[in-house]
């Protein structure tokens, strides 16, 4: 079942007769910082859908999406490079080798988490945020994979984000209960 999971591709490849410029989504929701906070650390995490035995000295950028609720992402074409996007951008090098279902320390995205929290006029705690990968030149050549949303709990990608402050900032929560007959 594992080898036929849906994976997160991040690959890269260029030779004489093609360019390829890959650009990788990755959504949030439900980002319970409120507005106002002061962002600590925030860094994304994935879990490796396959091993990379040698380290290949690639550079990933790292863009967050300008708007304080990211939607949800279609299979529409150009739905991810159409969407507007922070100027600011993370360049991650993931240069250690990885293993099979390994958690792997993804980008460190607190500037780019601040700037949402700060810039984004509409953000509220509670509502989502997207980021988006790309490679940093078209002389980067390689390819990591990592497991997407649908390969469940546990082997998805997960944003983990420390604060401090936003007191009285705009934060809203769900609450979902489960009533059954007794």
Sequence with gaps: ???????????????????????????????????????????????????????????????AENTGDAASFTDQSASLSSRSKFSDVTTWKPDEAWDYDQTVSGPNVTALVQRIVNDADDWCGGNAMAFYLKPASASDIFERLGFAYEAGIGRRARLSISYTGGDGGCIQKSVARRISAS
């Design 1 to 63: 079942a594992d080898g036929r999971a849906t994976k997160l591709v991040v690959t890269y490849t260029t030779n004489a007769n093609a360019t390829v410029d890959q650009l990788v989504g990755l959504r949030f929701d439900e980002i319970e910082v409120p507005a106002g906070a002061t962002i600590t650390s925030a860094r994304i995490e994935l879990v490796s859908a396959r091993s990379n035995g040698a380290a290949d000295n690639l550079a990933i950028q790292v863009q």
